[in-house]
C-alpha cells in the first residue's frame, strides 16, 4: 500500500504532494501555487494570516457556471480573501473571476509571481481591477 494523496511522507510540506501530474487537476497544485502556500505558511507563522485553505470554497456564478478560488485566505482581523494564482489567465477565467466579485462580498485577489522573486497582489481594492494582469 502506497500513501495516500495529501499525506505526509517524512518532512515534506503536505500540499508539495500535488505537484506531480499534467495537465492541472482540480485538487493538485502547480509549482506557483505550491510556492503561494509556502509564502501563506511564512504569513500564518508570522501572524498575519490565521487560516488558509486550496480549493475550497466554490461560488455558484449561475445556472451550470462556478467560480473555484485558488485559495481562501483569513487575515489576522479576520477578512476572508478568495486568492487567484495565475502565471496566465484566459479570458472564460478572467470573467468567472470579474463575475463572483461582482455577486459575492469577499475581497478577491490575483497574486503573479513578481520578478525578482515573492509574490505580487492585485485585488479589488479601489484603484485595482482583477481582471486586468498587473
Known sequence: MGRR???RSGGTKPWTAFLKGSPKQR???NRTEAAYADELELRRYAGEVLWWSYESLKLRLGKG?????????MLADG?????EVKGFQAEAAAVRLKVAAATYPFRFVKVTRAKG???R???DRPGFDVADPP
Open 121 to 123: 497582489a492585485r485585488g
Open 65 to 73: 457556471a462556478w467560480y473555484t478560488a485558488d485559495f481562501a485566505v
Open 5 to 7: 494523496q495529501g499525506q
Open 27 to 29: 485538487g493538485r497544485m
Open 79 to 83: 477578512l476572508l480573501e478568495l486568492v
Open 117 to 119: 522573486g515573492g509574490f
